[in-house]
């Protein structure tokens, strides 16, 4: 194995707490409702083409995009639509959702996926913009968080060069195992999905960067891609935010995303693991993105596991399956500790960013009052972006955003390793995130 | 409680890590402790008296200013207890209490308080204490119990205050090592170098403090000192003795490295060591007074916000393109 590698600024060490790693992917039952939201991308809003009382198929469009920067949304299921609703997401903001009532409640989800056929398919036979617009009609997202459309990442303009594609395996958030296990259960197709998107870019190299705590990951990538010199298996160090774009560009690359810049202006692109896979299916199942693997775990969860759900299903469904205590559940994270946001509503749906759901009882939350700030400077010994974050969050507080402190603002990347760390318990990310919106809104 | 079966609603990171302002201060207190061994083998039950009052008087003050004024300062965040040790460490052991009181008045008050509390402050109160008793009571503040007296009434001056006064001769026979010891009249704090560095590299090693500023100050002192004194060790002391005299090692580990006080970025704490260091070594060669690590630090304490603004840390993504 080649050298560790890692970022070179700041960056944390939280308790990894993956106590789901050796839980191999499951699925799970069919729930008697989808809740299924319209808008899990990030871009212009979909326009929704289900209708009420409409029969729906697995793979059927229900809400469409409306441009470059937009996404579909398919049902998962043989259905009907019963109405369309406002509800709150996992993540806080209120989106439409196609509510659909499944053909076959109760069943084994993986009875359905397996009906998929699986076709021979020819990547040679397809060109660029066909393979870019099959992925943009399969609704593929950014898995990893932020879903942004996949085939927008995979389209830089003619002037900036690609000569590198990262695929990000490093899987640094504390709990989420779920790309751990596609890595270990699913190299083969991964790899098949990673010499597609190699296709877009005339074959340039790809690096698959793996956190280290994951050797066995590590291992079952580097088997899967031995047959291809130019995709390479990188191990990292153990690191927050390794994950992070601009941070894993700079592990494996050595360049610097500039500030205010995109990857492909350093010549990357950046795609998850979880996203590979979906692509890989988009084209040899001819399946568009109606479901993931998600992590479920969480102080409160007696069954751990990494298991598929179709998109929609609502957190209530998982308590009976997984030894939920309903009545004690205080904390609901869709996502990791260190950047998931907590829900409100303990029927939101599972969407194609859900890479984990945590859930905690009273024990595991500890309200904090902000302390005054001894300057001890620690938040910006970790800000994996080197930015002054205590200055920072004084100019916000006094209302007071400079030129250049705007910029610095923009920069964060959210990691949250400043408030992790800050001895005073001030709220550091909380507020660059206010700063965020004020800047925002005087735009 | 009646939400009690709500979801918690907050923004991440959901999770902390443990440390807290509380176990900085207490941790940076208890890290004083073999400097104060070496002052009790030295003075006596002088120093436990000296070291106690004072941190009475500036942890009651303070807990009187939050009764008073403001009910979220918490006089007992160990940050008042800290400033009262420093403040006791920066006197002589035999201080009477009245002195102790209105420097533990000074530092609270005048230090910190005025200027919105904890975090807030421009000044290392104790040192702005410090520098307000000598002034003040310049006798009292110079009158510098003996090591091994049991009794305060044998007076007399610090090593740097006789080099001042009396010339190169007066040090002529002092031993290095014994300095380092600690064997010497000064504040009852500041005598020994070799316990301070003890609890210097534990606070490194805790990273409460970093590198930067003590290398920087410490250095800065040897090399200027040095220099003088190869050009004529006829009149100046030499950088050994410039080390372990006075309160250089005492400054330079606890009293610049005062996270409230020092600059953030790497740039300023290079600059701000070596500024503390350069005044230091000017105040003490062609100075009234023998010692300049106080007013050295404090110079130093006022150009902060400048060193932060101006000298920021390099940042990701920018490049300098020429």
Known sequence: ???LKTFNRGGIHPPEEKHSANEPITYG?????????????????TEVVAERRAAVKRGEIL???????????????????????????????????????????????KDIIDADTLNEVNIEGFSKDEIKSKIDEAGIVGMGGAGFPTHVKLSPPAEKPIDQLIINGAECEPYITSDHRL??????????????????????????????????????????????????????????????EKQLIESITGREVPSKGLPMDVGVVVQN???????????????????????????????????????????????????????????????????GRTA??????????????????????????????????NCIDVCPMGLPVAQLTEIIQANNISTSSKEDILDCIECGSCSYVCPADRRLVEWIRIGKNIIRREK | MENKHLLILDSSPHGRLTDSTKKIMYTVTLSLIPALAVAYWFFGWSVIRTVVLTSIFTVGIEWLIAKVFDDKIDAFDGSALLTGVLLAMNLPSN?????????????????????????????????VARVFLLISFPVAMTSWPKPGALSDAVTGATPLGMLKTEGIGAIAKMDVMNLAMGNMGGSLGEISALALLLGGIYLFIKKYITWEIPVLFIGTVFVMTGIFWLADPAKFANP????????????????????????????????FGFGCGFFTVIIRLFGSYPEGVSFAILLMNAVVPLLDRYFPDKKFGVVKNG
């Not at chain 1, 270990?184 to 999905?193: A, I, T």
């Not at chain 1, 599972?350 to 400077?377: H, M, Q, V, W």
Request: hydrophobic content about 45%; aromatic content about 8%.
């Open chain 2, 240 to 271: 050994a003795f410039h080390l372990f005299t006075g309160g250089l090692i005492l400054g330079a580990l606890y009293m610049a490295t005062d996270m409230v006080t020092s600059p953030l970025s790497f740039k300023g704490k290079l600059i």
């Open chain 2, 95 to 127: 201080s009477p209490w009245w002195m102790l009181f209105i420097g533990a008045l000074v530092a609270v008050v005048l230090g910190k308080q005025v200027f919105g509390g904890l975090g807030q402050n421009i000044f290392n109160p104790a040192l």
């Open chain 1, 183 to 244: 890595m270990l259960q699913k190299s083969d197709e991964m790899v098949k999905g990673i010499r597609i998107l190699q296709k877009l870019f005339d074959d340039i190299p790809v690096t698959i960067g793996i956190e280290n705590n994951k050797p066995d990951a590590v291992k079952s990538m580097t088997e899967a891609t031995a047959p291809y010199k130019n995709i390479t298996v990188q191990a990292l160090q153990v690191k927050y935010p390794q994950g992070g």
């Open chain 1, 1 to 3: 194995m080649s050298l």
């Open chain 1, 29 to 45: 039952t069919i729930p008697v409702q989808l809740m299924i939201p319209v808008n899990q991308h990030i871009g212009k809003p």
């Open chain 1, 344 to 377: 409100f509503s303990l029927e939101s749906p599972i969407g194609k960013t859900t890479s984990a759901l945590l859930f905690f009882d009273d024990s595991a939350y500890e309200a904090r009052e902000e302390n005054p700030c001894i300057r001890c400077g």
């Open chain 1, 63 to 109: 809400a469409k995009s409306t441009g470059f920067v937009s996404s579909n949304v398919h049902s998962p299921v043989d259905g009907v639509v019963q109405k369309i609703v406002k509800f709150p997401l996992l993540g806080g903001q209120i989106s439409d959702c196609v509510v659909i009532k499944p053909a076959n409640i109760g069943e084994n989800f």
């Open chain 1, 273 to 339: 693991v979880a996203t590979v896979v979906a692509v890989y299916d988009a084209f040899y199942y001819k399946r568009p993105l109606t479901e993931r693997v998600t992590t479920i775990s969480g102080n409160l969860v007696d069954k751990l596991v990494n298991i598929v759900y179709p998109m929609g299903t609502p957190v209530s469904h998982l308590f009976e399956p997984h030894g939920i205590d309903r009545e004690k559940i205080r904390l609901l994270l869709g996502g990791g500790p260190m950047m």
